[in-house]
């Protein structure tokens, strides 16, 4: 098997009804969740935090990383977890990724090569294997094969910087039907090129979200990694079929990935702002304080906290900070365990059940 060579981009592909209609219905949703995100009395950033950080836990969770569901939520209060460490790097880089694009929102070998620094900050990996692409031959298949039976040899090292140089350039424009189309095949040339010697498939998947960062320059919008964890298989079967020139399969497969996606986010956005309507009054109500609303929506994004993080992230002090969650406590609104040290973590309960929805408590 050789290397894969063919990464020109763009792509040729037939555009047909069935893929029209999946367009037609991913764009729909996707106008729809932009216009909720953006058109509503709470800041965006509040309702997309723990959308961000569920798109890190799963996207990490592909790449093998064994931090449970249940527990996304208190990994903030396991600093020294290495598997921590990696999905807060992860939600660090979707959290800033206007850091990430130049001024006119344009990615770059500079900042792709600062995302895979970033993915591994504060982990125990040399720095030299950081930040630059991969300089050796690598092949993807079982556990403990080789080059000669591997599934499936990415671009040889030596094409790397040119194969890199179209795909940039292909992701800065516009050369087809709809940007979603672009992301589908954008993300896919990403996965065949392979560029680096590690975390290729998280770089890929931060991309997507980045993509359309790009088209509506004021929130991230697109995430994927949850459904592609529900259809792992699939997934890797369509990525497949794109490196023998099968791209309306794989095309198809990314919209109806997206559409879902969008759909499931669509209906926690809802019970989320339900719960915001709901809830919001009853906190300033029960503080009788001008920080009533800070400290509710500061557990609304946040969704858990110690009081320690909340009075460093509010800059309120610590004795009135728990003198609020004592009070939160005592109505129900949250919930409390100890964590290291008999401190406690608490936990908006109707908040965490929309996104991690299980019986915990």
Request: glycine share 4%.
């Amino acid at each position: 098997m050789k290397p894969y060579d063919n990464t020109d981009l763009p792509v040729n592909f037939k555009f047909d009804i069935e893929m029209m209609k999946l367009l037609v219905k991913a764009r729909e949703l996707y106008t729809k969740y932009n216009t909720i995100i953006t058109y509503q009395e709470i800041d965006s950033k509040l309702i997309l935090k723990p959308f961000i950080l569920q798109e890190s836990y799963k996207s990490c969770e592909l790449a093998g990383n064994p931090v449970s569901h249940s527990s996304l939520y208190y990994i903030k209060c396991q600093p020294d977890n290495i598997y921590a460490k990696e999905i807060l790097n992860y939600n660090s880089i979707l959290d800033n990724i206007g850091n990430y694009l130049s001024s006119s929102f344009k990615l770059s070998v500079w900042y792709l090569n600062n995302i895979h620094k970033d993915l591994f900050k504060h982990l125990p990996i040399h720095p030299s294997k950081l930040g630059k692409y991969r300089d050796e031959v690598t092949w993807i298949g079982p556990r403990g094969s080789s080059i000669y039976d591997a599934e499936y040899i990415p671009s040889h090292p030596l094409d790397i910087p040119v194969l890199m140089s179209n795909y940039i350039k292909h992701f800065n424009k516009s050369y087809s039907l709809d940007k979603l189309i672009e992301m589908a095949i954008s993300h896919a040339q990403f996965e065949n090129i392979h560029p680096y010697k590690d975390a290729n498939g998280r770089i890929g998947r931060i991309l997507v979200p980045i993509q359309a960062f790009i088209e509506t320059n004021t929130h991230v919008s697109v995430f994927v990694s949850e459904v592609i964890k529900d259809n792992e298989y699939m997934y890797y079967r369509k990525l497949q079929d794109t490196r023998n020139d099968k791209w309306e399969g794989y095309i198809k497969f990314f919209l109806e990935i997206v559409i879902e996606q969008l759909q499931r986010n669509i209906k926690r956005i809802d019970e989320m702002l339900l719960v915001y309507k709901k809830d919001l009054p009853k906190v300033i109500a029960l503080l009788k304080e001008k920080n009533g609303k800070r400290v509710y929506e500061y557990l609304f994004s946040n969704i858990t906290s110690t009081i320690k993080d909340a009075s460093d992230d509010l800059h309120i002090d610590y004795q009135t900070i728990r003198n609020y969650f004592t009070r939160l406590f005592d109505t129900g609104l949250i919930a409390k365990h100890k964590i290291n040290k008999g401190e406690y973590v608490y936990t908006y309960v109707k908040m965490y059940n929309i996104h991690v929805p299980v019986n915990w408590i």
